[in-house]
T-cell receptor, first 114, second 114 residues
Framework: NAGVTQTPKFQVLKTGQSMTLQCAQD?????MYWYRQDPGMGLRLIYY???????DKGEVPNGYNVSRLNKREFSLRLESAAPSQTSVYFCASSSGQGGLSEQFFGPGTRLTVL | AQSVSQHNHHVILSEAASLELGCNYS??????LFWYVQYPGQHLQLLLKYFSGDPLVKGIKGFEAEFIKSKFSFNLRKPSVQWSDTAEYFC????????????FGAGTRLFVKA
């Protein structure tokens, strides 16, 4: 039982490049989330998916897109990376709607945009 | 706007000292409350949660937190810290605004000196 897995663990991009962060969970959870963590700002929600086939914007969605490929997988895409997107990205999942149950987090992806 | 404040960004304690980390939120409606911990190099994981009932909740590793509704606070405590408690601690509040949304505090980095 791996929990929540994320790939890659580290990535360096140049401004304007694109990339997709992958996330998968094996806990049969309905809800999945993408957060970014910046120093002094805690975790901020980028997008979430309450169930397979649905996605919704969070607090900071600009510059990102997501895909809930199936119940297990939830990917985050940066179409044209900017230095402001340098951050640590966490994927999480929960059995219920966010706030009704605890969230389980992946190990994070440290992204640097030059 | 709803927010979660953690009063201390950095705390340094000696082993066996008592710990109290403050968390306040600004929202007058129904809330669910969480403390998450991130040990160095590890995932965020749940320390404890409060949904309803006894406002004093106990979590893993000897941690406890008290919900004081009148003060909009959910402070984390531990009577005697250990070196292994060195970590970053995040308070999170889930608000019922039609659907639940979760807001994280900025985090408190705790360093325990052996």
């Amino acid at each position: 039982n791996a929990g929540v897995t994320q790939t890659p663990k580290f990535q360096v991009l140049k401004t304007g490049q694109s990339m997709t962060l992958q996330c998968a969970q094996d806990m049969n959870h309905n809800s999945m989330y993408w957060y970014r963590q910046d120093p002094g700002m805690g975790l901020r929600l980028i997008y979430y998916s309450a169930s397979e086939g649905t996605t919704d914007k969070g607090e900071v969605p600009n510059g990102y897109n997501v895909s809930r490929l199936n119940k297990r997988e939830f990917s985050l895409r940066l179409e044209s990376a900017a230095p402001s997107q340098t951050s640590v990205y966490f994927c999480a999942s929960s059995s219920g709607q966010g706030g009704l149950s605890e969230q389980f987090f992946g190990p994070g992806t440290r992204l640097t945009v030059l | 706007a709803q927010s979660v404040s953690q009063h201390n960004h950095h705390v340094i304690l000696s082993e066996a000292a008592s710990l109290e980390l403050g968390c306040n939120y600004s929202y007058g409606g129904t809330v669910n409350l969480f403390w998450y911990v991130q040990y160095p190099g590890q995932h965020l994981q749940l320390l404890l949660k409060y949904f309803s009932g006894d406002p004093l909740v106990k979590g893993i590793k000897g941690f406890e937190a008290e919900f004081i509704k009148s003060k909009f606070s959910f402070n984390l405590r531990k009577p005697s810290v250990q070196w292994s408690d060195t970590a970053e601690y995040f308070c999170a509040v889930s608000l019922n605004t039609g659907g639940f949304k979760t807001i994280f505090g900025a985090g408190t980095r705790l360093f325990v000196k052996a």
